[in-house]
């Protein structure tokens, strides 16, 4: 038996994947089953006057068609958000409050008959004038929720820090830099669509859902508060998922309306967004413009950082954070660095605008944060003539301070931050990219160097300040060993590609001397797995992965009596190691876990349950604080815009490591993700509030051409209050790349004289930002 | 995503198509490659009564030189001339344009002639076919006819072709020795539309002047446009940096295109003349004038 | 209409409706769920099937009576005899796949990849996938895949003659 952990072991989930035998949402088919279709209003801010069904109806083929008053009469109309200050319509009610927003359901035998019945829903609309940007709206001209108590376009004000304390600081630096910097709004886009099969059988009184979800019990619990049918009486079925980002995280009024249908027809209803649904109406990311200060000594030591946001929601607060969070972990924006002193606040505003706010692989609002830090530190080097890898080595929290309290609320708990960029720096040849930088302005040429230093929290979270509708955020696992040794693991958590049958395998594996390959592993029913709250936010490994792990000492603890039993010694003299039970000075006296499975069932000690299984539900101490440094090369071509990313090289630490092809693998796809932002990623509404960017057409994903060779490499630096001292990664490629490539992109204009430019870098705004410069000259 | 509903006729003649389309009257398509046409049906933005279809007729599947044309049939696939070496060695121009046309799985179904006949004002052979100065051959209930390429092309997706007509090949003019084209493309990624883009098709005359010029630019304006100032001012003279400058402002000054996702009207206008410069200087290092970049 | 396809080696008739798109006849008319559909804009390329054995198909972008009388093969067709495509023993060897969303069109476009280019070089994978999106992975490992079957099937030329 050897080490599980830290191996690049083949995924078990692939043969399905490989043979086109996954099972998706889509692929499921039950007898009967009906189609749901929606009807979208064309209109972003609109008064409904009336719906005609009448047309659709007589439609041969259709069933039925839902409208908000129908659901409103249901008591169904309102749904709330995952944390709580707010509620949502799920059909449109009186108004519509963006363009495409959900107004019916046309429920048909196929799913072409339940298009040519939205043709026919007949929907007279009084247009309102919309409004489209979050400054526009705080002026409160235009009240957009007229259900509200409180008539303002105004969600909520958050902040953390000291004001004071840092608005002196700030006024007292020696150098001081502010910028506007946006994050723009855009979309993870999973190339699955959401979706969901909902069967209400009246035979077993039971609604058995399936649904694209990331967290199928506080779904079940979710859909339980709001139809008012008990939780044992709901089977939510996570199948296998086509990419998550954050997408299947919220509740979508086309879940709601099918699981309508199929409780008043009685037959199952499916419902499958197309794309264009995808983009223009499902949880939306980022959309935060952050006005940022920051305070230096003449030397480069940063004295305070201000951060004041303001914050575009949409036309709902859906934004899925923890429920104290309303602005997520935007507190996490000193990043890696030792502020004195620090504050940021956060200002919401209701626009007519799709809902969401968290997606996109963003950790709550940490891409936003981690984004504006790494951007800001860059224009602060470039005020002090400084190099920014410099700047940043000046500032670091230092190795020996962990737990490093945060002026911001946050205890990270370990990093060693000069190491991961000094790695970073000898691996990518950083003095000869100078060097070579050096000769190339001489003639003209745009080349840049861009570096992130990134600090990011991840394992949502401990229960005394984490919890979702109520239910803190803890997570799960059930172990079960077989008499002839293999077993079953549960866990709360669902994956969406990240490995878990894999890697939840190499860690129960390692802990009990098994083989992983004996070990299967289990999410998404919530007949069967533990209660969790699931998958999103980089949290599986740091909740879910601790849980097995002590789910799996439990059964060691209980093992090791029976191994004691079996050998006839007492327990004291029975230790653990090198994946047997050994008799303490008793050289080969040993027996594996396999001959204690055997025994648990056969043998038991006297006195002692037989059986080999344990439940851990396990609340985390801390979040965990995952870092990297990234580095950008590019070239820019002066003519056209066009930045060519000429190396790319992310060395990451996420503490230990379970499956290095795994987590290699989380780094290519988060690192592509970034790039799309950075490079070409836009959800733009137009002053008239027309959506943009509705189909693959005119939203971006790169393909296999554009994105760059991803080179990387990795720190271990463990989290010491976690059992296997595993960190979590998932997110933190996404949360530390779009600043390295604006960062390179900016020093590749700094000769220009162009100090700072908003994501996407489109081959226009870098077009522009150089003719503007030449022109000056 | 579902189209409305439509009769369906798969034509195993060309006159077979012919009598399909004057059956099913003006609201019927020929289906072709339909890369272009599916996606609208599936939007519905493309409603046609009836789809005839035109993929059994193996004949027109061909793509040969013959009597000093390159001809490619209607349904020769983009993919066939992107692997094709008789392409690669004689039509490098066309070789640009069949490697980035849509995306790599579509050219092995779209077509050249079906491109020419949706004639979107983003699209990529049109701007090919204006610069090597195509031809069109149409067959209808009266007959065939042969219609430059400059005439083809009437407006956004309309082209001179009639509803009951069915286009059955595009053909360019086989080159001399010393004529040599290249297209360039700006896209945001692979499969976007062009923002802009650019294909010139240069000849050089004995003394080393242009003896012929055939200048094109795509996604800015309506169509696919000719810079026919730009091919005047090349005519007759001696390749130069400054003569290309000189007419690849020709080309900027023309473009007229609209504001989208892709780009402002000045953005687009100015890459219209960075690639027609680029083209250009391309084109001629195709034919051994270096040193004009 | 009456339509015969021909898919993965077994005929099939059935009567469909002319604006059915392929996507569909084979998810929800013959079961085989193993080709997908992300898009409306024929973008992502989770549907492509091979068609005749030689053309990478976009199956959302045709129409099922357009294969009438054709043979179309699906990722499921890939696997002969219980012994995986080299593609498949591929992308699993090198973590090709992750959420597995877009991996059936991934491998169908590369099967007729190599079928036309059996020797291709990194760029030309890279060309040749261009028409299929992926979220999760970067492409990189799906390179490698591909780079990895190509060498196995050059490595057994009767093999893939036979059945490849």
Known sequence: ?777 | MFPAAFEYRRAQSIDDAIAALAEFGEDARILAGGQSLIPAMRYRLARPSALVDINAIGELGYLRERNGFLTIGALARDFALETASLIRERYPLLADTSAVVADPVVRQTGTVVGSLCHNDPAGDWPVTSLAARAEVTLRGPNGSRTVAIDDFIVDSFTTAAGSGEVATEVRFPSPNARTAGSFQKIERKVGDFATASAAAYLTLAPDGTIGKAGIAIGAVGPTALRVAVAETLLEGKKPTKELIREAAREAEKLADPTADNRGSVEFKKAMAGVLAGRAMTAALGRLGVGGLE | MKITVTVNGSAYTREVEPRMLLAYFLRDVLGLTGTHVGCDSSSCGVCVVALDGERAVKSCTMFAVQADGHEITTVEGLEQAGKLHALQQGFWDQHGLQCGFCTPGMLMTSYVLLKHRPNPSDAEIRTAIAGNLCRCTGYQNIVKAVRQAAGELAAEPVAAAAGG
């Open chain 1, 1 to 777: 038996m050897t080490a599980s952990i830290g191996v690049a072991m083949k995924r078990k989930e692939d043969p399905r994947f490989i043979r086109g035998r996954g099972r998706y949402l889509d692929d499921i088919v039950l007898p009967n089953m009906l189609y749901l279709a929606l009807v979208h209003s064309p209109y972003p801010h609109a008064r409904i006057k009336s719906i005609d069904k009448s047309k659709a109806l007589a439609l041969p083929g259709v069933k039925a068609v839902i409208t908000g008053e129908d659901l409103d009469a249901a008591k169904l109309e309102w749904l709330p958000t995952f944390h709580g200050y707010d509620k949502q319509m799920v059909l449109a009610f009186g108004k519509a409050l963006y363009q495409y927003q959900e107004v019916a359901g046309v429920v048909a035998t196929s799913r072409e008959i339940a298009e040519d019945g939205v043709e026919l829903v007949e929907v007279e609309y009084e247009p309102l004038d919309p409004v489209v940007n979050p400054f526009q709206s705080k002026e409160d001209k235009i009240i957009l929720r007229d259900d509200r108590e409180s008539k303002t376009n105004h969600i909520y004000h958050w902040e953390v820090g000291d004001k004071e304390k840092t608005a002196a600081a700030l006024d007292s630096s020696a150098v001081r830099i502010k910028e506007r910097i946006l994050s723009p709004r855009c979309h993870p886009a999973p190339l699955e669509p959401c979706g969901i099969v909902a069967d209400m059988n009246k035979a077993t009184g039971r609604l058995t859902v399936y649904m694209t979800s990331q967290a199928p019990h506080v779904h079940r619990t979710a859909f339980s508060l709001v139809t008012g049918i008990p939780e044992d009486k709901i089977h939510f079925i996570s199948p296998d998922v086509g990419g998550g980002f954050g997408n299947k995280v919220p509740v979508y009024p086309g879940y709601v309306v099918a699981t309508v249908a199929s409780v008043i027809i009685g037959v199952p209803v499916k419902w499958v967004e197309t794309r264009t649904e995808n983009l223009t109406t499902t949880g939306f990311a980022r959309d935060y413009h952050m006005d940022v200060e920051i305070g230096a000594t003449n030397d480069g030591r940063v004295t305070a950082l201000k951060v004041s946001t303001t914050a575009d929601h949409g036309a709902f607060d859906a934004a899925a954070d923890p429920r104290k969070y309303p602005a997520g972990l935007f507190g996490i924006v000193t990043g890696s660095y030792d502020f004195p002193t620090a504050f940021a606040e956060v200002d919401a505003y209701f626009t007519n605008k799709a809902p969401g706010g968290i997606a996109y692989r963003c950790s709550f609002r940490v891409t936003e944060a981690s984004y504006a830090i790494e951007r800001s530190m860059d224009i602060l080097a470039r005020k002090l003539d400084m190099d920014p890898a410099e700047l940043r080595r000046r500032n670091f929290v230092a190795k020996d301070k962990f737990p490093y309290s945060s002026p911001l609320g946050f205890v990270y708990d370990s990093g060693d931050y000069e190491a991961t960029l000094r790695k970073a720096l000898d691996k990518i040849g950083y003095d000869s990219l100078r060097k070579e930088q050096a000769e190339k302005r001489k003639r003209g040429e745009l080349m840049g160097i861009g570096i992130s230093t990134f600090t990011e929290v991840v394992g949502a979270g401990p229960g005394k300040h984490f919890d979702i509708l109520g239910i803190k955020m803890f997570d799960s696992a059930e172990i079960r060993i077989h008499p002839t040794g293999s077993g079953i693991v549960r866990a709360g958590t669902r994956h969406q590609g990240q490995g878990h049958e894999t890697t939840y395998a190499q860690i129960v594996g390692e802990e009990l001397g098994l083989d992983p390959q004996e070990l299967l592993v289990e999410e998404g029913d919530t007949d069967t797995a533990p209660y969790g709250l699931g998958t999103y936010a980089s949290r599986s490994t740091p909740v879910a992965g601790a849980a097995l792990a002590m789910a799996a000492r439990r059964i060691r603890e209980k093992a090791k009596k029976i191994a004691a039993h079996l050998m006839e010694v007492s327990e004291a003299d029975v230790e653990w190691s090198d994946y047997k039970f050994n008799v303490k000075g008793i050289p080969g006296k040993s027996v594996t876990m396999k001959d204690v499975a055997f025994a648990a069932y056969t043998n038991p000690p006297p006195a002692t349950e037989p059986g080999l299984e344990a439940t851990y539900y396990y609340d985390p101490p801390n979040m965990t604080f995952p870092n990297g440094a990234y580095v950008a090369v590019v070239d820019v071509d002066r003519d056209t815009g066009h930045v060519q990313v000429r190396r790319f090289l992310a060395v990451d630490d996420c503490g230990v490591v379970v499956n290095p092809m795994i987590v290699e693998g989380q780094i290519h796809g988060g690192l592509t993700e970034g790039f799309a932002m950075a490079f070409m990623q836009q959800i733009v509404y137009d002053d008239a509030g027309n959506h943009l960017n509705t189909n693959f057409t005119d939203y971006l994903v790169p393909t296999a051409l554009e994105t760059p060779h991803w080179e990387t490499d990795r720190t271990v630096t463990p989290s010491p209050h976690h059992p296997i001292g595993a960190k979590g990664v998932g997110e933190s490629p996404n949360v530390g790349s779009p600043q390295a490539f604006v960062n390179a992109v900016m020093d590749a204009l700094a000769p220009l004289g162009v100090t700072h430019l908003d994501m996407p870098l489109t081959r226009e705004k870098v077009w522009r930002a150089i003719r503007e410069a030449e022109a000056k000259t």
